[in-house]
Nanobody, 124 residues
Framework: QLQASGGGLVQPGDSLRLSCDAS????????LGWFRQAPGKEREFVAA????????YYADSVKGRFTVSRDIAKRTAYLQMNGLKPEDTAVYYC???????????????????WGQGTLVTVSS
């Protein structure tokens, strides 16, 4: 399973960087996706990145504030979150983009190996 880390309690406007360790994954994947789930809500797509291409795409709600990156050698991906808002509060998960699933997908069913997630709380 992929493991997200780096969450915490921050104030509105602050920044936070999450990490996703995929070094233990033994399967091939296109890349990695970030999702989040707020209390009482469905899990939603945040961002995704391709391992080799480095290409990425984002949910409209985070575009311009969040940046996804990866370190191929470390098999680790990152989610840099700037300008955090209270509505960004959620448990953040990373998961592997399944081979042959379409690039640009935001569906949770196109990703696998979900870890436990890391909680991000944005509050004053």
């Amino acid at each position: 399973q992929l493991q997200a880390s780096g969450g915490g309690l921050v104030q509105p406007g602050d920044s936070l960087r999450l990490s996703c360790d995929a070094s233990g994954a033994t399967f091939s994947s296109i890349g990695l996706g970030w999702f989040r789930q707020a209390p009482g809500k469905e899990r939603e797509f945040v961002a995704a990145i391709g391992w080799m291409s480095g290409g990425s795409y984002y949910a409209d709600s985070v575009k311009g504030r969040f940046t996804v990156s990866r370190d191929i050698a470390k098999r680790t991906a990152y989610l840099q979150m700037n300008g955090l808002k209270p509505e960004d509060t959620a448990v953040y998960y990373c998961a592997a983009h399944i081979l042959r699933r379409p690039w640009g997908t935001t569906q949770t069913t196109d990703f696998r190996s979900w870890g436990q997630g890391t909680l991000v709380t944005v509050s004053s």
